[in-house]
């Protein structure tokens, strides 16, 4: 009867938990929220006479705290040896699905760009309700039949919104694009000090990729204030914001991410075994990279056009 409650196995049976339920509580309070706090711009009415932002950031606050509690579970066990090297590998299987997520997620809004770069004088549908088509307009008629468009006039135009001219690739995009591939070596670079159980090199390595991403989104909201042209009312700034924003977004994820890791790494957790949080990390930023490569060349460079704008 000794060894009832041994060990039999490679696997870890997780305890009961609450953190799964709460989180997704809260992201449905933070969507609510968000639809709320739309629609309170759009009409200047909060749904059933609510503002949404107040709902929005209470949601948003337990994402973080309830995601706080069950990453800290994670972590618990991880340094109560839980994590045998088979758990390891569901852990690095179960990243690797959720990036192939991600890679899709952008694939749309590529998909989105070129459909309306390589078919500009394809058809538009307009739509009053959805399902009830109520005209068809040219696309030559809203883009000038050529990609990038032709530039609109804010004054003449019928919906709100501008364009006048691209960004020239090699100005800050350029900048951009190096410094996100220095941080793609200074992360490699804490990821093999660690291997070689050198804390100092995986500390500096860390704490350079931290500050280049912080970098790196600091110089695109230098590079949106100097856009030539709207998110509303034009396909180019719509798609361009979308896939460029997005990837912001995800940037500003991922140095929240190796920010966590470098403070674990300063208080001495990780392992030349065991690390597997900084390597999702690490993955995630590689991934981070490579998708900005493809925005660069694709949006900024094929994109660009005759009309790049000067030196932003």
Same mark, same amino acid.
């Given at each position: 009867?000794?060894?009832?409650?041994?060990?039999?196995?490679?696997?870890?049976?997780?305890?009961?938990?609450?953190?799964?339920?709460?989180?997704?509580?809260?992201?449905?309070?933070?969507?609510?929220?968000?639809?709320?706090?739309?629609?309170?711009?759009?009409?200047?009415?909060?749904?059933?006479?609510?503002?949404?932002?107040?709902?929005?950031?209470?949601?948003?606050?337990?994402?973080?705290?309830?995601?706080?509690?069950?990453?800290?579970?994670?972590?618990?066990?991880?340094?109560?040896?839980?994590?045998?090297?088979?758990?390891?590998?569901?852990?690095?299987?179960?990243?690797?699905? $959720?990036?192939?997520?991600?890679?899709?997620? $952008?694939?749309?809004?590529?998909?989105?760009?070129?459909?309306?770069?390589?078919?500009?004088?394809?058809?538009?549908?307009?739509?009053?309700?959805?399902?009830?088509?109520?005209?068809?307009?040219?696309?030559?008629?809203?883009?000038?039949?050529?990609?990038?468009?032709?530039?609109?006039?804010?004054?003449?135009?019928?919906?709100?919104?501008?364009?006048?001219?691209?960004?020239?690739?090699?100005?800050?995009?350029?900048?951009?694009?190096?410094?996100?591939?220095?941080?793609?070596?200074?992360?490699?670079?804490?990821?093999?000090?660690?291997?070689?159980?050198?804390?100092?090199?995986?500390?500096?390595?860390?704490?350079?990729?931290?500050?280049?991403?912080?970098?790196?989104?600091?110089?695109?909201?230098?590079?949106?204030?100097?856009?030539?042209?709207?998110?509303?009312?034009?396909?180019?700034?719509?798609?361009?914001?979308?896939?460029?924003?997005?990837?912001?977004?995800?940037?500003?994820?991922?140095?929240?991410?190796?920010?966590?890791?470098?403070?674990?790494?300063?208080?001495?957790?990780?392992?030349?075994?065991?690390?597997?949080? $900084?390597?999702?990390?690490?993955?995630?930023?590689?991934?981070?990279?490579?998708?900005?490569?493809?925005?660069?060349?694709?949006?900024?460079?094929?994109?660009?056009?005759?009309?790049?704008?000067?030196?932003?």
């Amino acid at each position: 009867m000794a060894d009832t409650h041994a060990k039999h196995h490679d696997y870890h049976l997780v305890n009961p938990s609450p953190w799964p339920i709460a989180s997704s509580l809260s992201a449905l309070v933070m969507a609510i929220g968000a639809i709320a706090w739309m629609r309170t711009h759009a009409d200047g009415e909060g749904v059933l006479g609510v503002h949404g932002s107040w709902l929005f950031w209470v949601g948003a606050a337990a994402v973080v705290a309830s995601a706080w509690a069950w990453w800290l579970d994670v972590i618990r066990e991880a340094n109560q040896g839980y994590q045998t090297p088979v758990v390891q590998l569901h852990l690095r299987y179960g990243m690797i699905l $959720f990036i192939a997520s991600e890679v899709m997620f $952008f694939v749309a809004w590529f998909w989105a760009y070129f459909d309306v770069a390589l078919f500009p004088a394809g058809v538009h549908e307009l739509l009053n309700n959805p399902g009830q088509t109520v005209g068809l307009v040219a696309r030559d008629q809203l883009f000038g039949g050529h990609w990038p468009p032709a530039a609109v006039d804010p004054t003449a135009a019928t919906v709100p919104g501008y364009f006048q001219h691209t960004f020239n690739p090699w100005g800050l995009p350029l900048v951009n694009t190096l410094i996100l591939l220095l941080s793609g070596c200074t992360v490699t670079w804490a990821h093999h000090a660690l291997l070689k159980n050198d804390r100092r090199g995986l500390i500096i390595g860390l704490a350079l990729t931290v500050v280049l991403g912080m970098t790196f989104t600091a110089l695109q909201a230098v590079e949106y204030s100097h856009a030539a042209f709207s998110f509303a009312g034009h396909s180019y700034g719509a798609t361009f914001f979308m896939a460029t924003g997005f990837h912001g977004w995800h940037v500003i994820i991922g140095t929240i991410f190796l920010l966590v890791c470098l403070i674990r790494a300063i208080r001495g957790a990780f392992t030349p075994q065991q690390h597997f949080g $900084f390597e999702a990390a690490a993955w995630y930023w590689h991934f981070v990279d490579v998708v900005w490569l493809f925005l660069f060349a694709c949006i900024y460079v094929w994109g660009a056009g005759p009309a790049a704008g000067g030196a932003h």
